[in-house]
Protein backbone atom coordinates (compact mmCIF):
# COMPACT_ATOMS: atom_id res chain seq x y z
CA UNK A 1 0.00 0.00 0.00
CA UNK A 2 1.35 3.19 -1.44
CA UNK A 3 2.13 5.57 1.83
CA UNK A 4 0.78 9.24 1.64
CA UNK A 5 1.28 12.33 3.73
CA UNK A 6 -2.03 13.73 5.44
CA UNK A 7 -2.80 16.00 8.16
CA UNK A 8 -5.02 14.96 11.04
CA UNK A 9 -7.03 17.91 12.82
CA UNK A 10 -8.35 17.71 16.39
CA UNK A 11 -10.52 20.61 17.83
CA UNK A 12 -10.93 19.50 21.91
CA UNK A 13 -13.44 20.54 23.55
CA UNK A 14 -14.33 19.86 26.97
CA UNK A 15 -17.68 17.80 26.08
CA UNK A 16 -16.81 17.06 22.57
CA UNK A 17 -14.15 16.19 20.04
CA UNK A 18 -13.74 17.64 16.37
CA UNK A 19 -11.63 16.19 13.60
CA UNK A 20 -10.82 16.46 10.22
CA UNK A 21 -8.69 14.53 7.52
CA UNK A 22 -6.49 16.79 4.91
CA UNK A 23 -4.08 16.33 2.55
CA UNK A 24 -0.87 18.24 2.32
CA UNK A 25 -3.12 21.25 0.04
CA UNK A 26 -5.32 21.25 3.21
CA UNK A 27 -8.29 19.65 1.05
CA UNK A 28 -10.48 17.50 3.01
CA UNK A 29 -9.90 13.85 2.10
CA UNK A 30 -12.61 11.21 1.51
CA UNK A 31 -12.56 7.72 2.88
CA UNK A 32 -15.23 4.77 1.59
CA UNK A 33 -17.01 7.43 -0.29
CA UNK A 34 -17.69 9.78 3.04
CA UNK A 35 -15.86 13.11 4.01
CA UNK A 36 -13.27 12.62 6.56
CA UNK A 37 -14.21 14.58 9.25
CA UNK A 38 -16.98 14.53 12.26
CA UNK A 39 -17.47 14.98 15.81
CA UNK A 40 -18.02 12.87 18.34
CA UNK A 41 -19.32 13.99 21.55
CA UNK A 42 -19.56 12.63 25.41
CA UNK A 43 -20.14 13.80 29.10
CA UNK A 44 -18.53 16.64 30.07
CA UNK A 45 -16.21 16.09 32.83
CA UNK A 46 -17.49 17.69 36.60
CA UNK A 47 -15.42 18.63 39.33
CA UNK A 48 -15.10 16.42 42.41
CA UNK A 49 -16.52 19.35 44.67
CA UNK A 50 -20.15 17.85 44.87
CA UNK A 51 -19.06 14.22 45.14
CA UNK A 52 -16.89 15.06 47.92
CA UNK A 53 -19.41 16.95 49.71
CA UNK A 54 -21.53 14.30 49.81
CA UNK A 55 -19.46 11.48 50.91
CA UNK A 56 -18.42 14.19 53.86
CA UNK A 57 -22.07 14.08 54.83
CA UNK A 58 -22.49 10.29 54.05
CA UNK A 59 -19.57 9.64 56.43
CA UNK A 60 -20.52 12.48 59.01
CA UNK A 61 -24.28 11.08 58.76
CA UNK A 62 -22.83 7.32 59.14
CA UNK A 63 -20.19 8.30 62.43
CA UNK A 64 -23.17 9.86 63.23
CA UNK A 65 -25.42 6.55 63.53
CA UNK A 66 -23.00 5.07 65.05
CA UNK A 67 -22.85 7.14 68.22
CA UNK A 68 -26.23 7.18 69.48
CA UNK A 69 -25.79 2.92 68.75
CA UNK A 70 -23.10 3.11 71.41
CA UNK A 71 -25.70 5.08 73.53
CA UNK A 72 -28.38 3.02 72.97
CA UNK A 73 -26.15 -0.56 73.71
CA UNK A 74 -24.90 1.61 77.31
CA UNK A 75 -29.08 2.09 77.97
CA UNK A 76 -30.79 -1.05 77.19
CA UNK A 77 -30.58 -3.30 79.79
CA UNK A 78 -31.59 -1.18 82.14
CA UNK A 79 -34.52 0.42 79.93
CA UNK A 80 -35.48 -3.14 79.05
CA UNK A 81 -35.84 -3.42 83.05
CA UNK A 82 -38.21 -0.54 83.06
CA UNK A 83 -39.68 -0.53 79.13
CA UNK A 84 -38.58 -3.43 76.92
CA UNK A 85 -40.98 -1.96 73.77
CA UNK A 86 -39.27 1.63 74.59
CA UNK A 87 -36.52 1.35 71.39
CA UNK A 88 -39.30 -0.34 69.29
CA UNK A 89 -41.73 2.01 69.91
CA UNK A 90 -38.93 5.23 69.20
CA UNK A 91 -38.13 3.26 65.63
CA UNK A 92 -41.99 2.83 64.53
CA UNK A 93 -42.79 6.22 65.32
CA UNK A 94 -41.70 7.52 61.78
CA UNK A 95 -44.89 4.53 60.42
CA UNK A 96 -48.61 5.13 59.94
CA UNK A 97 -50.45 3.59 62.11
CA UNK A 98 -51.02 0.98 59.79
CA UNK A 99 -47.13 0.19 59.56
CA UNK A 100 -46.22 -0.04 62.51
CA UNK A 101 -45.33 -3.63 63.93
CA UNK A 102 -47.73 -5.29 66.37
CA UNK A 103 -48.55 -4.05 69.72
CA UNK A 104 -46.91 -0.91 69.34
CA UNK A 105 -50.12 0.88 67.68
CA UNK A 106 -51.63 4.10 69.30
CA UNK A 107 -50.58 7.84 69.80
CA UNK A 108 -47.70 7.40 72.32
CA UNK A 109 -44.15 7.32 70.98
CA UNK A 110 -42.26 7.75 74.12
CA UNK A 111 -43.78 6.72 77.39
CA UNK A 112 -47.04 4.37 77.31
CA UNK A 113 -47.29 3.41 80.99
CA UNK A 114 -50.17 3.74 82.26
CA UNK A 115 -49.73 6.21 85.07
CA UNK A 116 -47.13 8.50 82.56
CA UNK A 117 -47.91 8.82 78.77
CA UNK A 118 -47.21 10.81 76.11
CA UNK A 119 -49.17 13.39 77.11
CA UNK A 120 -47.87 13.79 80.94
CA UNK A 121 -44.53 13.89 79.53
CA UNK A 122 -44.96 17.06 77.15
CA UNK A 123 -47.42 18.74 80.06
CA UNK A 124 -44.56 18.06 82.47
CA UNK A 125 -41.55 19.22 79.88
CA UNK A 126 -42.89 21.54 77.16
CA UNK A 127 -39.66 21.10 76.07
CA UNK A 128 -36.23 18.48 75.36
CA UNK A 129 -34.64 21.75 77.59
CA UNK A 130 -37.09 21.91 80.45
CA UNK A 131 -36.35 18.27 81.26
CA UNK A 132 -32.18 18.81 80.28
CA UNK A 133 -32.59 21.51 83.25
CA UNK A 134 -34.87 19.33 85.71
CA UNK A 135 -32.03 16.76 84.90
CA UNK A 136 -29.41 19.03 86.64
CA UNK A 137 -30.93 20.77 89.07
CA UNK A 138 -32.97 18.16 91.15
CA UNK A 139 -31.08 15.03 92.18
CA UNK A 140 -34.12 13.03 92.76
CA UNK A 141 -33.75 10.07 90.75
CA UNK A 142 -35.28 10.10 87.64
CA UNK A 143 -36.72 7.18 85.14
CA UNK A 144 -33.73 5.93 83.21
CA UNK A 145 -35.79 6.68 80.18
CA UNK A 146 -35.85 10.31 80.63
CA UNK A 147 -31.92 10.90 81.19
CA UNK A 148 -31.62 8.80 78.09
CA UNK A 149 -33.68 11.24 76.09
CA UNK A 150 -32.15 13.83 77.63
CA UNK A 151 -28.34 12.29 76.85
CA UNK A 152 -29.81 11.41 73.23
CA UNK A 153 -30.93 14.83 72.12
CA UNK A 154 -27.74 16.49 73.44
CA UNK A 155 -26.25 13.70 70.99
CA UNK A 156 -28.16 14.20 67.83
CA UNK A 157 -27.07 17.95 68.47
CA UNK A 158 -23.36 18.32 69.01
CA UNK A 159 -22.36 21.89 68.10
CA UNK A 160 -19.37 23.06 66.40
CA UNK A 161 -15.91 22.01 67.02
CA UNK A 162 -14.59 25.14 65.69
CA UNK A 163 -12.87 26.29 68.92
CA UNK A 164 -10.99 23.77 70.64
CA UNK A 165 -9.51 25.85 73.41
CA UNK A 166 -12.54 26.78 74.75
CA UNK A 167 -13.10 25.00 78.13
CA UNK A 168 -15.85 21.96 79.14
CA UNK A 169 -16.08 23.66 82.22
CA UNK A 170 -16.24 27.41 81.40
CA UNK A 171 -18.11 28.36 78.03
CA UNK A 172 -16.80 31.63 78.24
CA UNK A 173 -14.58 32.75 75.08
CA UNK A 174 -11.75 35.29 75.05
CA UNK A 175 -13.11 37.89 72.45
CA UNK A 176 -10.12 39.72 73.03
CA UNK A 177 -7.62 37.13 71.76
CA UNK A 178 -9.63 36.32 68.65
CA UNK A 179 -9.41 40.03 68.16
CA UNK A 180 -6.21 40.11 68.19
CA UNK A 181 -5.71 37.24 65.66
CA UNK A 182 -8.09 39.09 63.60
CA UNK A 183 -6.29 42.35 63.67
CA UNK A 184 -2.82 40.92 62.95
CA UNK A 185 -4.29 38.92 60.08
CA UNK A 186 -5.79 41.66 58.65
CA UNK A 187 -2.64 44.13 58.93
CA UNK A 188 -0.86 41.12 56.81
CA UNK A 189 -2.91 41.64 54.30
CA UNK A 190 -4.21 45.04 53.96
CA UNK A 191 -3.68 48.88 55.02
CA UNK A 192 -6.81 49.24 57.37
CA UNK A 193 -6.16 50.52 61.13
CA UNK A 194 -7.82 48.99 63.80
CA UNK A 195 -6.46 49.36 67.38
CA UNK A 196 -3.54 46.63 68.55
CA UNK A 197 -5.92 45.75 71.84
CA UNK A 198 -9.71 46.29 73.04
CA UNK A 199 -11.19 46.25 76.33
CA UNK A 200 -13.10 43.20 76.17
CA UNK A 201 -15.65 44.36 78.52
CA UNK A 202 -16.55 47.55 76.51
CA UNK A 203 -16.29 45.49 73.27
CA UNK A 204 -18.88 42.68 74.55
CA UNK A 205 -21.34 45.32 76.03
CA UNK A 206 -21.53 46.80 72.72
CA UNK A 207 -22.18 43.52 70.71
CA UNK A 208 -24.14 41.68 72.93
CA UNK A 209 -26.25 43.96 73.75
CA UNK A 210 -29.73 43.02 72.43
CA UNK A 211 -31.62 46.03 72.69
CA UNK A 212 -29.76 47.97 70.17
CA UNK A 213 -30.06 47.06 66.54
CA UNK A 214 -26.85 46.25 64.40
CA UNK A 215 -26.85 49.07 62.52
CA UNK A 216 -26.74 50.90 65.87
CA UNK A 217 -24.06 48.67 67.14
CA UNK A 218 -21.75 49.12 63.76
CA UNK A 219 -22.20 52.76 64.67
CA UNK A 220 -20.94 52.63 68.63
CA UNK A 221 -18.34 50.11 67.89
CA UNK A 222 -16.73 52.35 64.90
CA UNK A 223 -16.81 54.88 67.23
CA UNK A 224 -15.14 52.88 70.16
CA UNK A 225 -12.25 51.63 67.48
CA UNK A 226 -11.74 55.10 66.34
CA UNK A 227 -12.99 54.30 63.06
CA UNK A 228 -14.42 57.17 60.87
CA UNK A 229 -16.61 56.99 57.90
CA UNK A 230 -13.78 57.86 55.79
CA UNK A 231 -12.31 54.86 56.21
CA UNK A 232 -14.45 52.94 54.17
CA UNK A 233 -12.63 49.74 54.21
CA UNK A 234 -12.98 49.38 57.69
CA UNK A 235 -16.51 50.51 58.39
CA UNK A 236 -17.37 48.06 55.91
CA UNK A 237 -15.42 45.36 58.01
CA UNK A 238 -16.96 46.49 60.76
CA UNK A 239 -20.08 46.05 59.77
CA UNK A 240 -20.05 42.80 58.94
CA UNK A 241 -18.79 41.72 62.26
CA UNK A 242 -21.62 43.30 63.59
CA UNK A 243 -24.04 41.09 61.35
CA UNK A 244 -24.78 42.94 59.04
CA UNK A 245 -24.99 42.13 54.99
CA UNK A 246 -21.98 43.28 53.22
CA UNK A 247 -19.18 43.81 50.09
CA UNK A 248 -15.91 41.84 50.11
CA UNK A 249 -14.95 44.15 47.46
CA UNK A 250 -15.24 47.20 49.76
CA UNK A 251 -13.75 45.52 52.69
CA UNK A 252 -10.02 44.76 50.77
CA UNK A 253 -11.15 47.06 48.02
CA UNK A 254 -11.07 44.83 45.30
CA UNK A 255 -11.90 45.31 42.00
CA UNK A 256 -13.90 42.08 41.05
CA UNK A 257 -17.01 42.66 39.00
CA UNK A 258 -19.61 40.64 40.83
CA UNK A 259 -20.76 41.58 44.60
CA UNK A 260 -19.38 39.32 47.00
CA UNK A 261 -21.79 39.25 49.68
CA UNK A 262 -20.71 38.28 53.22
CA UNK A 263 -23.35 38.38 55.90
CA UNK A 264 -22.81 36.48 58.82
CA UNK A 265 -26.55 36.55 60.26
CA UNK A 266 -27.65 34.02 56.97
CA UNK A 267 -28.76 31.22 58.11
CA UNK A 268 -27.19 29.28 55.14
CA UNK A 269 -23.83 31.19 55.33
CA UNK A 270 -21.83 28.16 55.75
CA UNK A 271 -23.26 26.46 52.50
CA UNK A 272 -21.87 30.64 50.99
CA UNK A 273 -18.56 30.13 52.38
CA UNK A 274 -16.77 27.89 50.12
CA UNK A 275 -17.81 30.24 47.31
CA UNK A 276 -16.65 33.18 48.91
CA UNK A 277 -13.27 31.46 49.52
CA UNK A 278 -13.17 30.52 45.68
CA UNK A 279 -13.39 34.34 45.21
CA UNK A 280 -11.40 36.21 47.59
CA UNK A 281 -8.49 33.05 48.07
CA UNK A 282 -7.31 31.09 51.39
CA UNK A 283 -5.98 34.23 52.78
CA UNK A 284 -8.64 37.03 52.47
CA UNK A 285 -11.14 34.15 53.38
CA UNK A 286 -8.90 33.47 56.47
CA UNK A 287 -9.55 37.14 57.72
CA UNK A 288 -13.51 36.82 57.24
CA UNK A 289 -13.10 33.63 58.85
CA UNK A 290 -11.45 35.07 62.21
CA UNK A 291 -14.26 38.05 61.64
CA UNK A 292 -17.05 35.18 61.59
CA UNK A 293 -15.39 33.73 64.96
CA UNK A 294 -15.85 37.12 66.79
CA UNK A 295 -19.49 37.61 65.40
CA UNK A 296 -20.46 34.23 66.33
CA UNK A 297 -19.24 34.22 69.93
CA UNK A 298 -20.67 37.51 70.61
CA UNK A 299 -23.65 35.90 69.51
CA UNK A 300 -22.91 32.97 71.64
CA UNK A 301 -22.47 35.37 74.93
CA UNK A 302 -26.36 36.85 73.58
CA UNK A 303 -27.99 33.31 73.61
CA UNK A 304 -26.26 32.06 76.99
CA UNK A 305 -27.48 35.72 78.04
CA UNK A 306 -25.47 35.38 81.01
CA UNK A 307 -26.84 31.97 82.39
CA UNK A 308 -24.78 28.84 83.18
CA UNK A 309 -26.22 26.02 81.07
CA UNK A 310 -27.34 26.91 77.42
CA UNK A 311 -30.52 25.09 78.13
CA UNK A 312 -31.47 27.08 81.32
CA UNK A 313 -31.27 30.27 78.45
CA UNK A 314 -33.98 28.28 76.26
CA UNK A 315 -35.92 27.53 79.11
CA UNK A 316 -36.30 31.30 79.45
CA UNK A 317 -36.55 32.14 75.86
CA UNK A 318 -39.66 29.32 75.62
CA UNK A 319 -40.89 31.41 78.43
CA UNK A 320 -40.77 35.10 76.99
CA UNK A 321 -42.24 33.40 73.64
CA UNK A 322 -44.64 31.74 75.66
CA UNK A 323 -45.48 35.65 77.09
CA UNK A 324 -45.40 37.54 73.97
CA UNK A 325 -47.57 35.34 72.32
CA UNK A 326 -50.30 35.76 75.37
CA UNK A 327 -49.68 39.43 75.10
CA UNK A 328 -49.99 40.11 71.16
CA UNK A 329 -53.23 37.91 71.01
CA UNK A 330 -54.70 39.67 73.72
CA UNK A 331 -53.92 42.72 72.13
CA UNK A 332 -55.26 41.73 68.47
CA UNK A 333 -58.31 40.66 70.17
CA UNK A 334 -59.40 43.77 72.04
CA UNK A 335 -58.74 45.57 69.16
CA UNK A 336 -59.37 44.46 66.24
CA UNK A 337 -61.63 42.33 64.18
CA UNK A 338 -61.80 38.43 64.65
CA UNK A 339 -60.95 38.55 61.02
CA UNK A 340 -57.84 40.32 61.56
CA UNK A 341 -56.96 37.70 64.41
CA UNK A 342 -57.75 34.81 62.65
CA UNK A 343 -55.52 35.54 59.64
CA UNK A 344 -52.71 36.11 62.34
CA UNK A 345 -53.21 33.03 64.33
CA UNK A 346 -55.39 30.48 62.32
CA UNK A 347 -53.64 30.73 58.90
CA UNK A 348 -50.74 30.08 57.16
CA UNK A 349 -50.30 32.78 54.41
CA UNK A 350 -46.65 34.40 54.45
CA UNK A 351 -45.77 36.65 57.68
CA UNK A 352 -49.02 34.82 60.14
CA UNK A 353 -47.62 33.10 63.16
CA UNK A 354 -48.61 29.87 61.97
CA UNK A 355 -45.99 30.81 58.52
CA UNK A 356 -43.04 31.79 61.24
CA UNK A 357 -43.54 28.91 63.73
CA UNK A 358 -44.10 26.76 61.08
CA UNK A 359 -47.49 24.92 62.32
CA UNK A 360 -50.57 25.66 62.66
CA UNK A 361 -53.25 24.04 65.14
CA UNK A 362 -56.58 25.56 64.30
CA UNK A 363 -58.84 22.89 62.02
CA UNK A 364 -56.87 20.03 61.05
CA UNK A 365 -53.38 20.34 62.28
CA UNK A 366 -50.00 20.90 60.21
CA UNK A 367 -46.56 21.21 60.67
CA UNK A 368 -43.36 21.90 58.35
CA UNK A 369 -45.11 24.86 56.66
CA UNK A 370 -44.11 27.95 55.47
CA UNK A 371 -40.89 29.73 55.24
CA UNK A 372 -40.56 30.42 58.90
CA UNK A 373 -38.69 34.08 58.21
CA UNK A 374 -38.24 36.19 61.34
CA UNK A 375 -38.45 39.25 58.99
CA UNK A 376 -41.56 38.52 57.34
CA UNK A 377 -43.41 37.81 60.44
CA UNK A 378 -42.16 41.24 62.38
CA UNK A 379 -43.41 42.90 59.13
CA UNK A 380 -47.04 41.62 59.46
CA UNK A 381 -46.86 42.52 63.03
CA UNK A 382 -45.08 45.97 62.69
CA UNK A 383 -48.27 46.40 59.48
CA UNK A 384 -51.03 45.04 61.67
CA UNK A 385 -49.94 46.90 64.52
CA UNK A 386 -50.81 50.12 63.44
CA UNK A 387 -54.21 50.00 63.44
CA UNK A 388 -53.65 49.16 67.73
CA UNK A 389 -54.12 52.13 69.46
CA UNK A 390 -50.62 53.28 71.21
CA UNK A 391 -50.15 51.65 74.73
CA UNK A 392 -47.33 50.25 76.81
CA UNK A 393 -47.72 46.87 75.34
CA UNK A 394 -47.55 47.72 71.94
CA UNK A 395 -44.53 49.97 72.74
CA UNK A 396 -43.39 47.25 74.41
CA UNK A 397 -43.56 44.56 71.35
CA UNK A 398 -42.41 47.13 68.81
CA UNK A 399 -38.91 48.12 70.92
CA UNK A 400 -38.87 44.14 70.95
CA UNK A 401 -39.46 43.68 67.28
CA UNK A 402 -36.81 46.29 66.26
CA UNK A 403 -33.93 44.58 68.43
CA UNK A 404 -34.73 41.15 66.80
CA UNK A 405 -36.01 39.86 70.57
CA UNK A 406 -39.60 39.62 70.16
CA UNK A 407 -40.98 36.21 70.19
CA UNK A 408 -37.72 34.43 69.95
CA UNK A 409 -37.87 30.81 68.40
CA UNK A 410 -36.16 27.27 69.58
CA UNK A 411 -34.61 26.31 66.28
CA UNK A 412 -32.99 28.96 64.01
CA UNK A 413 -29.65 29.54 61.89
CA UNK A 414 -28.16 30.94 65.16
CA UNK A 415 -28.06 27.54 66.73
CA UNK A 416 -24.89 26.94 64.02
CA UNK A 417 -22.98 29.34 66.64
CA UNK A 418 -23.20 27.02 69.52
CA UNK A 419 -19.85 25.30 70.89
CA UNK A 420 -19.62 21.64 71.55
CA UNK A 421 -18.26 22.65 74.86
CA UNK A 422 -21.82 24.52 75.66
CA UNK A 423 -23.45 20.52 75.33
CA UNK A 424 -20.83 18.48 76.95
CA UNK A 425 -21.12 20.55 80.22
CA UNK A 426 -24.59 19.48 80.58
CA UNK A 427 -24.00 16.35 79.69
CA UNK A 428 -21.56 15.86 82.28
CA UNK A 429 -23.94 17.44 84.71
CA UNK A 430 -26.62 15.37 83.93
CA UNK A 431 -23.94 12.01 83.93
CA UNK A 432 -22.66 13.01 87.54
CA UNK A 433 -26.26 13.24 89.02
CA UNK A 434 -27.62 10.14 87.57
CA UNK A 435 -24.90 8.16 88.44
CA UNK A 436 -26.27 8.50 92.25
CA UNK A 437 -29.18 6.23 91.31
CA UNK A 438 -28.31 4.76 87.81
CA UNK A 439 -25.11 2.61 89.12
CA UNK A 440 -24.18 1.11 85.68
CA UNK A 441 -22.98 4.55 84.61
CA UNK A 442 -20.37 3.77 87.15
CA UNK A 443 -19.10 0.42 85.97
CA UNK A 444 -16.56 -0.22 83.81
CA UNK A 445 -17.10 -2.68 80.56
CA UNK A 446 -14.61 -5.52 79.48
CA UNK A 447 -12.56 -3.41 76.37
CA UNK A 448 -12.21 -0.14 78.35
CA UNK A 449 -10.50 1.13 81.95
CA UNK A 450 -13.12 3.99 81.28
CA UNK A 451 -16.47 4.37 83.21
CA UNK A 452 -19.81 3.68 80.77
CA UNK A 453 -20.08 7.79 82.10
CA UNK A 454 -16.43 8.25 81.23
CA UNK A 455 -17.24 6.25 77.89
CA UNK A 456 -20.19 8.60 76.88
CA UNK A 457 -18.56 11.97 77.61
CA UNK A 458 -15.43 10.93 75.39
CA UNK A 459 -17.63 9.57 72.43
CA UNK A 460 -19.87 12.70 72.40
CA UNK A 461 -16.43 15.48 72.38
CA UNK A 462 -14.43 12.92 69.95
CA UNK A 463 -13.95 14.15 66.24
CA UNK A 464 -12.19 11.97 64.35
CA UNK A 465 -9.44 14.30 62.61
CA UNK A 466 -9.69 15.09 59.16
CA UNK A 467 -6.87 13.74 58.04
CA UNK A 468 -7.70 10.34 58.94
CA UNK A 469 -10.90 9.63 56.58
CA UNK A 470 -12.51 5.63 56.52
CA UNK A 471 -11.01 3.78 59.46
CA UNK A 472 -10.56 0.26 57.42
CA UNK A 473 -8.21 -0.38 55.31
CA UNK A 474 -10.30 -1.99 52.67
CA UNK A 475 -11.65 1.16 51.59
CA UNK A 476 -8.22 1.52 49.88
CA UNK A 477 -7.81 -1.76 48.86
CA UNK A 478 -11.21 -2.25 47.63
CA UNK A 479 -10.48 0.74 45.29
CA UNK A 480 -12.49 3.04 47.14
CA UNK A 481 -11.45 6.67 49.15
CA UNK A 482 -9.48 5.63 52.13
CA UNK A 483 -5.70 6.39 53.16
CA UNK A 484 -5.55 4.82 56.88
CA UNK A 485 -2.80 2.93 57.54
CA UNK A 486 -3.93 0.61 60.67
CA UNK A 487 -1.75 -0.98 63.62
CA UNK A 488 -4.10 -3.29 64.91
CA UNK A 489 -7.66 -4.93 63.69
CA UNK A 490 -11.10 -4.15 65.73
CA UNK A 491 -13.36 -1.37 65.98
CA UNK A 492 -11.71 2.24 67.02
CA UNK A 493 -13.01 4.38 69.71
CA UNK A 494 -12.09 7.69 71.59
CA UNK A 495 -9.81 6.08 73.64
CA UNK A 496 -8.23 3.41 71.51
CA UNK A 497 -7.62 5.11 68.15
CA UNK A 498 -3.99 5.80 68.63
CA UNK A 499 -3.19 1.81 69.31
CA UNK A 500 -5.46 1.07 66.58
CA UNK A 501 -4.57 3.62 63.95
CA UNK A 502 -0.95 4.68 62.98
CA UNK A 503 -1.71 8.54 63.10
CA UNK A 504 1.43 9.78 61.74
CA UNK A 505 1.51 7.72 58.73
CA UNK A 506 -2.03 8.80 58.43
CA UNK A 507 -1.44 12.16 58.34
CA UNK A 508 1.43 11.68 55.82
CA UNK A 509 -0.45 9.42 53.62
CA UNK A 510 -2.97 12.09 53.56
CA UNK A 511 -0.87 14.86 52.49
CA UNK A 512 1.16 13.15 49.86
CA UNK A 513 -2.65 12.27 48.12
CA UNK A 514 -3.41 15.80 47.95
CA UNK A 515 0.15 16.86 46.45
CA UNK A 516 0.03 17.52 42.53
CA UNK A 517 3.04 17.41 40.10
CA UNK A 518 4.40 20.38 38.78
CA UNK A 519 3.55 21.63 35.65
CA UNK A 520 6.95 23.17 34.93
CA UNK A 521 9.63 20.69 35.87
CA UNK A 522 8.21 17.15 35.37
CA UNK A 523 7.86 14.78 37.96
CA UNK A 524 8.40 17.23 40.40
CA UNK A 525 5.90 17.81 43.86
CA UNK A 526 4.40 21.30 43.71
CA UNK A 527 5.77 23.46 46.33
CA UNK A 528 3.86 24.77 49.49
CA UNK A 529 1.47 28.17 49.32
CA UNK A 530 3.85 29.94 52.06
CA UNK A 531 7.33 28.41 50.12
CA UNK A 532 9.43 31.06 50.96
CA UNK A 533 10.27 30.16 46.75
CA UNK A 534 6.65 30.45 45.72
CA UNK A 535 6.35 33.19 46.96
CA UNK A 536 9.48 35.04 45.42
CA UNK A 537 8.32 33.84 41.90
CA UNK A 538 4.82 35.49 42.80
CA UNK A 539 6.30 38.88 43.63
CA UNK A 540 8.59 38.78 40.97
CA UNK A 541 6.20 37.17 38.24
CA UNK A 542 3.89 40.67 39.41
CA UNK A 543 6.73 42.86 39.17
CA UNK A 544 7.95 41.84 35.96
CA UNK A 545 4.66 42.99 34.11
CA UNK A 546 5.25 46.48 35.77
CA UNK A 547 5.37 49.17 32.99
CA UNK A 548 6.12 52.52 32.31
CA UNK A 549 3.80 54.24 29.55
CA UNK A 550 3.37 50.89 28.28
CA UNK A 551 6.91 50.04 28.39
CA UNK A 552 8.50 47.69 30.59
CA UNK A 553 10.66 48.79 33.54
CA UNK A 554 14.71 47.48 33.54
CA UNK A 555 15.54 44.54 35.31
CA UNK A 556 17.75 46.69 37.61
CA UNK A 557 15.06 49.06 38.59
CA UNK A 558 12.73 45.61 39.10
CA UNK A 559 15.77 44.51 41.55
CA UNK A 560 15.36 47.85 43.50
CA UNK A 561 11.42 47.45 43.98
CA UNK A 562 12.04 43.91 45.24
CA UNK A 563 14.44 44.73 47.60
CA UNK A 564 13.07 48.44 49.00
CA UNK A 565 9.54 47.68 48.98
CA UNK A 566 8.92 43.92 49.11
CA UNK A 567 11.19 42.77 51.27
CA UNK A 568 9.77 44.36 54.15
CA UNK A 569 6.57 41.92 53.81
CA UNK A 570 4.20 44.60 53.61
CA UNK A 571 1.18 44.97 50.94
CA UNK A 572 2.47 47.02 47.82
CA UNK A 573 0.17 49.12 46.27
CA UNK A 574 -0.16 51.13 43.42
CA UNK A 575 0.21 54.24 45.64
CA UNK A 576 3.24 53.44 47.07
CA UNK A 577 5.15 51.88 43.51
CA UNK A 578 4.42 55.44 42.09
CA UNK A 579 5.43 56.92 45.37
CA UNK A 580 9.06 55.31 44.71
CA UNK A 581 9.19 55.88 41.03
CA UNK A 582 8.28 59.70 41.78
CA UNK A 583 11.00 59.78 44.32
CA UNK A 584 13.37 58.28 41.55
CA UNK A 585 12.44 60.80 39.30
CA UNK A 586 10.95 57.81 37.01
CA UNK A 587 7.01 58.81 37.36
CA UNK A 588 5.35 62.05 37.14
CA UNK A 589 1.84 60.47 37.27
CA UNK A 590 0.16 57.47 38.36
CA UNK A 591 -1.65 57.01 35.45
CA UNK A 592 1.73 56.90 33.62
CA UNK A 593 1.65 53.40 35.46
CA UNK A 594 0.24 49.94 34.05
CA UNK A 595 -0.03 46.02 34.68
CA UNK A 596 -0.48 46.34 38.90
CA UNK A 597 -3.79 46.60 40.01
CA UNK A 598 -3.51 43.60 41.95
CA UNK A 599 -0.09 43.83 43.36
CA UNK A 600 -1.17 43.73 46.96
CA UNK A 601 -2.50 40.22 46.65
CA UNK A 602 1.61 38.90 46.38
CA UNK A 603 3.73 39.91 49.52
CA UNK A 604 6.32 38.20 51.06
CA UNK A 605 4.88 38.06 54.16
CA UNK A 606 6.56 34.72 55.38
CA UNK A 607 10.29 35.57 54.48
CA UNK A 608 9.76 39.13 56.74
CA UNK A 609 8.45 36.51 59.56
CA UNK A 610 11.69 34.03 59.16
CA UNK A 611 13.30 37.36 58.59
CA UNK A 612 12.76 38.67 62.40
CA UNK A 613 13.24 34.90 63.71
CA UNK A 614 16.73 34.83 62.45
CA UNK A 615 17.90 37.94 60.79
CA UNK A 616 17.87 39.72 57.37
CA UNK A 617 21.95 38.42 56.94
CA UNK A 618 20.86 34.82 58.15
CA UNK A 619 17.96 34.56 55.16
CA UNK A 620 21.08 35.30 52.63
CA UNK A 621 22.70 32.02 53.21
CA UNK A 622 21.11 28.83 51.54
CA UNK A 623 20.89 26.96 54.98
CA UNK A 624 18.81 28.68 56.69
CA UNK A 625 16.55 29.45 53.90
CA UNK A 626 16.35 25.50 53.36
CA UNK A 627 15.71 25.22 57.38
CA UNK A 628 12.77 28.30 56.60
CA UNK A 629 11.51 25.60 53.48
CA UNK A 630 11.45 22.54 55.60
CA UNK A 631 9.51 24.30 58.70
CA UNK A 632 7.16 25.61 55.94
CA UNK A 633 6.59 22.19 54.69
CA UNK A 634 6.17 20.64 58.25
CA UNK A 635 3.52 23.16 59.23
CA UNK A 636 1.57 22.70 55.66
CA UNK A 637 1.84 18.48 56.79
CA UNK A 638 1.36 18.51 60.30
CA UNK A 639 0.10 21.90 60.81
CA UNK A 640 -2.88 20.86 63.34
CA UNK A 641 -0.87 18.74 65.43
CA UNK A 642 1.59 20.12 67.89
CA UNK A 643 2.53 16.52 68.77
CA UNK A 644 3.88 15.64 64.85
CA UNK A 645 5.72 18.99 64.61
CA UNK A 646 7.46 18.60 67.64
CA UNK A 647 8.73 15.12 66.40
Known amino acids: MKEMEYYLGLDMGTNSIGWAVTDTEYNLMRAKGKDMWGIREFDEAKPAADRRSYRTSRRRK ?15 DEIDKVDPDFYTRMDNSFFLEKDKSDGLKGKNVLFNDSDFTDKDYYKKYPTVFHLIMDLINNKEPHDVRLVYLAVLNIFKHRGHFLNES ?44 TKKSRS ?39 EA ?7 FSDALYEEKASDIESKLGEDLFEIISLMKQIYDSCAWNSVIKGYKYLSESRVASYEKHKSDLKMLKKLIRKNLSSEEYDHMFRSDEKGTYGDYVCSNNSGEKTRRIGDHKQEDFYKEVKKILESVPDSK ?47 FLKEKTEDCELTVSEQILEIFSFKVP ?28 PWNIDSKIDMKATSERFIQRLIRRCTYISGEPVLP ?15 NVIAIDGERIPVELKQDIYNELFITGKPVTKEKIAKYLRGRGLLESIDQLSGIDDLNKCTLSNYAKFADLFGPEAMKRDDYKNLAEDIVFYCTVYGDSEKFLSE
Open 529 to 543: KSSLLYERYMVLNQI
Open 466 to 493: YYIGPTTESSEKDGGNGWVKRTEEGSVR
Open 166 to 209: LSTDDTDINIAELYIQFRNALADETESSFPETIEEARFEEIMCD
Open 62 to 76: QRAQVRIGLLRDYFK
Open 393 to 439: QKNAILEDVSTGTFMPKQLTGSNGIIPYQAHYKELKAILSNAEQYLP
Open 216 to 254: VKAALLSEYLGITKKDKQSTEIIRAICGLKTDARKMFDL
Open 257 to 263: EEKIEVD
